[in-house]
């Protein structure tokens, strides 16, 4: 019964900031343990998790996005935000907002939303 939506731009331009947000119905992201993720897939790779954060608030980011990625929360909303900046073509994919429990599985999926960097 828990349901992720992505919303936000489809296309965003090279030096810019990707903001996209995940709207939870079902259950709250301050419910004990869960962790809301974004993960994303290039087009022809893998899923790339990107950084998660948690009912508490904490957040938590890849290594190699770290520097560029951050996650926040609105929890009136029940909504968390993704912010990418400085994009570059390589940040094209298919973004995806998830739940993961505390033994880092996912349960559920939003259907992922297609970004495209072009100027």
């Known amino acids: 019964q828990v349901q992720l939506q992505e919303s936000g731009p489809g296309l965003v331009k090279p030096s810019q900031t990707l903001s996209l947000t995940c709207t939870v119905s079902?259950?709250?992201?301050?419910?004990?343990?869960?962790?809301w993720s974004w993960i994303r897939q290039p087009p022809g790779k893998g899923l790339e998790w990107m950084g998660a954060?948690?009912?508490?608030?904490?957040?938590y980011y890849s290594p190699s996005l770290k520097s560029r990625t951050s996650i926040s929360r609105d929890t009136s909303k029940n909504q968390f935000t993704l912010q990418l900046s400085s994009v570059t073509p390589e940040d094209r994919a298919v973004y995806y907002c998830a739940r993961e429990e505390g033994s880092r599985t996912i349960d559920y999926w939003g259907q992922g939303t297609q970004v495209t960097v072009s100027s």
């Open positions: 954060i948690a009912y508490s608030g904490s957040t």
């Open positions: 079902g259950g709250s992201i301050t419910t004990k343990y869960y962790y």
